[in-house]
């Protein structure tokens, strides 16, 4: 709307407001100069008729005085509670200027009079009552709370409260005989201005009705409006139908209008952008959700043009040559800017210097704009044929380096953007850069924390011939990043296995850290082949010492770890947990069964036991070891939880990988909020005529017995490359379970798919050492024999005593490195 520049003729408001005023004037000095002699007699009499409301209101003051100090006195005499007493003071001391008040205050000078009076009674009934009681109240004589004392003090009161009310009768019948005279002499005033008023009633009436039409309602359909405006209808706007001021009030108005709806346009756009922009970590993502947030409120299309290393979440580096386009939109899907996943070529916004960071620049015109600083450039006739008309660029940069650009289009159907609108592109573009910074810093702080996590998980869980593993590690999806759960089978001696399930409990670098220590102490433990209930006291005592001077220790994150050992040959299988959800066993018949036993206390705790839990396996059992991050959930109770997997293990089916599949996609819906860890491990028994036991009787004699009955078991084998061999290890193991161990001895031999093992067991619990024999001993040559002649050997203790073994590959076998199963940590 055009402003108004001209005022009708016959001048505007101010002469018209100036003609009815003095004609207002002339018509009050008439009334002014009646009312005048009225007002000067009724001025001394309304002065007198209000010189008395002080002393009512403050008789009252002294009267409710009084009675705080009666009332505080007595009660501090009956209770001896200090706050009695401190009220009691506050009344005493505001006692006498309340009551040269009510003197001052005192319309006549018989009422002075009675003032003093009540100051000095009152006054007395202070210093020679009230003083004193309390004096005797704090010094606990017994005559302050006697009847005389309380019969004393009612009188003085009273007689007290008589000269008040004789002073509030007197003030009141003095201020009722000026009041009456004051009526009087107000009606005459009355019936003079009366007289004037309805003159001036005329002239304003007449004056009103011009206000309505010319003022009144124009500024009520302002009102209207502005009521819808506060209301949030920023399109309202006022009919033009003023005249004069009004009609120029009226266009500033429609124009203040207009400017309040631009900029709550912008105040909403940098709104949404703050919160809608930058909610899920992802570049890509929050690219997509600034190019949804801009359009079409602010461009007709928008691009977002990343370095390559920011979407990896490296370092920018403001020196790559072409940028990665991450996302592209706009009013309509076929614009002829360069789609996702394009390169597009690196140019200083128009105006910004070669080696400084570029600021927001507009391109008012496409047409006449330098095509090397326009993103795009060899589509430029295209760009024109499609009707881009304008463009700003802004750049996305944080802490001085810059990331990408930002470039917002409109066409020739909108209006062309404008020198203001840099402001908003440049909010806009900081907002998005921060968000896409933090993106891409979260994107470079999960990607190291995976690359740990994986680094420190095995690599590979080796193929047994007495288990079959099938497996599913899903790592968290959430913002807290990885956690800490693992899961390992660990070969032991005697074709045993070892089966472990662990869970840090935390997320991010610290968890994943702690997992792989205890891991790797898991696995050494392991190696010494203690007994389940004992290693886990060994890795219980390690965590509280684990971080011993250098920060938070393991345990106090929740560490927890099942461990369990499968043994073919008795198929018999030991457990124990340290605050781990024990496991499910399905039987061969599908039947799923709970593990009888307790959990132990979580790792770190110190000083409480572990119990070990003993189970016979039939042939083709299967053991559900699992983490607690697969039953319970904020969305998933741990009863339920466990009712679920116990359903879903027994819902049929042969494989162990499609049982996993079954379990992971019952149990878990979505990115799983903590790391879901499952492990199923078949049991087979190792057949009888692979493994020979027998019993050597602690002789000398009988070592060459020891020896004819291996040569014999190999032989029924068909291992007799591995005689001479075997012949050896057995003469040398037995020898020295003779002569430095004790009854009973035994000796085993057992035959695996890749392994020849021999076992001497004896009833000493004294572990043998290997050491380098001088060259006169006749001894200590024993061991280091058996290491050259073996790939390994090693010993473990027994409920009996102890037992050596070592191993040896069988002819037909692979290299004992490698017989070790790919295994991709990262499946689902």
Request: aromatic share 4%.
């Amino acid at each position: 709307m055009q402003r108004r520049t001209k005022t009708p003729p016959h001048g505007g408001l101010v002469p018209l407001t100036a003609v009815a005023g003095a004609l207002l004037t002339v018509l009050m000095v008439l009334v002014f100069t009646m009312l005048v002699w009225a007002n000067q007699d009724a001025r001394g009499s309304l002065r007198s008729a209000r010189s008395g409301r002080p002393a009512l209101d403050q008789i009252g003051v002294v009267e409710k005085t009084v009675l705080d100090v009666e009332a505080s006195q007595e009660s501090y005499v009956f209770t001896r509670q200090d706050e009695f007493l401190r009220q009691w003071q506050a009344a005493r001391t505001a006692f006498p200027p309340r009551a040269q008040r009510l003197v001052d205050v005192s319309t006549s000078t018989d009422q002075r009079r009675l003032a003093r009076e009540i100051r000095q009674a009152g006054q007395s009934f202070i210093d020679d009552y009230s003083v004193p009681l309390v004096d005797a109240a704090r010094s606990g004589a017994p005559a302050a709370r006697g009847a005389e004392r309380t019969l004393e003090g009612e009188r003085r009161v009273q007689a007290l409260r008589e000269r008040l009310s004789h002073y509030l009768d007197v003030e009141r019948t003095a201020i009722d005989r000026r009041e009456h005279a004051l009526e009087a002499r107000m009606h005459t005033l009355t019936v003079v201005a009366s007289v004037g008023v309805a003159g001036a009633t005329l002239l304003i009436i007449g004056y009103g009705v011009y206000v309505t039409r010319v003022i009144v309602w124009p500024v009520r359909r302002m009102a209207a409006t502005a009521t819808r405006l506060a209301a949030g209808d920023l399109s309202a706007r006022v009919p033009p139908s003023g005249r004069r001021e009004i009609g120029q009030l009226e266009s500033a108005f429609n124009t203040m209008a207009g400017s309040l709806e631009k900029s709550h346009r912008r105040l909403r756009l940098l709104y949404d952008a703050g919160t809608a922009v930058g909610n899920t970590l992802d570049v890509g993502r929050t690219a997509d959700e600034l190019v949804r947030v801009a359009v079409p409120r602010f461009a007709d299309f928008v691009t977002v043009d990343l370095e390559e290393s920011v979407l990896h979440g490296g370092e920018p580096t403001s020196a790559e040559k072409a940028l990665r386009r991450v996302a592209q939109g706009g009013v309509r899907d076929d614009s002829p800017l360069d789609p996702a996943g394009a390169l597009i070529a690196v140019s200083a916004p128009p105006g910004s210097a070669p080696d400084a960071l570029p600021d927001a620049a507009l391109v008012l015109d496409l047409r006449a704009a330098d095509t090397a600083s326009v993103p795009d450039a060899h589509k430029t006739d295209r760009l024109l044929e499609y009707g881009m008309d304008s463009l700003v660029t802004a750049p996305l940069s944080v802490q001085g380096v810059l990331m990408g650009v930002i470039t917002f289009w409109r066409t020739r159907d909108s209006p062309p953007f404008e020198p203001d609108d840099l402001s908003d592109a440049e909010e806009l573009a900081a907002k998005s850069a921060t968000a896409i910074d933090n993106a891409r810093r979260y994107t470079r702080e999960r990607e190291t924390a995976l690359a740990l996590q994986r680094s420190l998980l095995p690599h590979g869980l080796p193929e047994r011939p007495t288990l079959d593993f099938a497996y599913r590690y899903l790592p968290t999806g959430t913002r807290a990043g990885v956690g800490g759960d693992w899961l390992d089978v660990i070969p032991l001696s005697g074709t045993r296995v070892a089966l472990v399930v662990g869970d840090v409990v935390g997320h991010g670098i610290h968890a994943s850290a702690a997992m792989g220590r205890l891991r790797t102490a898991v696995r050494t433990l392991a190696d010494v082949d203690l007994p389940p209930d004992e290693l886990l006291t060994h890795l219980d005592d390690l965590v509280i010492h684990l971080d011993d001077g250098a920060g938070d220790p393991t345990g106090e994150v929740g560490s927890t770890c099942l461990y369990a050992v499968y043994d073919p040959v008795s198929r018999h299988c030991s457990l124990a947990s340290a605050g781990h959800p024990l496991p499910f066993v399905i039987t061969p018949q599908g039947a799923v069964e709970s593990v009888p036993g307790e959990a132990g206390p979580p790792l770190g705790l110190g000083g409480l036991p572990f119990e070990t839990t003993e189970l016979d396996l039939p042939t083709g059992s299967t053991l559900a070891l699992f983490s607690n991050g697969l039953v319970h959930s904020r969305h998933l109770d741990l009863g339920h939880g466990l009712d679920r997997l116990r359903q879903a293990l027994g819902s049929g089916g042969q494989s162990l990988e499609a049982t996993c599949d079954r379990v992971v996609a019952a149990l878990r819906s979505g990115e799983p909020a903590d790391d879901v860890t499952l492990l199923l491990a078949r049991t087979h028994a190792l057949p009888a005529d692979q493994v020979a036991t027998w019993e050597v009787r602690a002789d000398p004699e009988h070592v060459a017995t020891a020896r004819s009955l291996t040569t014999g078991q190999l032989d029924a084998w068909q291992l007799q490359e591995l005689s001479f061999t075997t012949e050896l290890v057995v003469s040398e193991l037995v020898t020295n379970a003779i002569r430095y161990g004790g009854a009973p001895i035994q000796l085993r031999l057992i035959r695996d798919t890749t392994m020849l093992i021999c076992e001497v067991s004896d009833g000493s619990s004294t572990a043998p050492h290997a050491r380098r024999a001088r060259i006169l001993d006749e001894g200590g040559r024993g061991l280091l024999l058996v290491a050259q002649l073996t790939l390994r050997w090693g010993t473990r203790q027994t409920a009996a005593g102890k037992t050596i073994w070592c191993e040896q590959p069988l002819p037909t076998a692979e290299a004992y490195a490698g017989r070790r199963g790919s295994v991709d940590w990262s499946r689902e």
